[in-house]
């Protein structure tokens, strides 16, 4: 029993550790994308679809948005949508 139970907690950091990069990847590319380096409403809808794409809220993603809200600039509009849809959307999960 403690190998399946080390292998289902194996898995699910593999699985974290694939969304974390997924999504810093899609992150960077999209910030790069724009000359100012800055994240807008488009660039928030698609980091949030591949979040929800994932259908698993865990403690990874909420890393993953905290990092990605801080480490990249946004414009306002953006920031202000991306954070008001991951709060509603992991209120459901």
Partial sequence: AWN???LM???KANREHQ???RIVHLTKKLAEEHDDGR???TAAK???KELMDSNLYFDAENKIVSVISK???WTDD?????????RKWS???
């Fill in 4 to 6: 399946k139970t080390k």
């Fill in 9 to 11: 907690i194996n898995d």
């Fill in 19 to 21: 969304c974390l990069k």
């Fill in 39 to 41: 994240l807008n409403i």
């Fill in 46 to 48: 698609k980091i949030l």
């Fill in 71 to 73: 480490k990249f600039n």
């Fill in 78 to 86: 953006g920031y202000q949508w991306f954070s008001i849809k991951v």
């Fill in 91 to 93: 209120a459901t999960r």
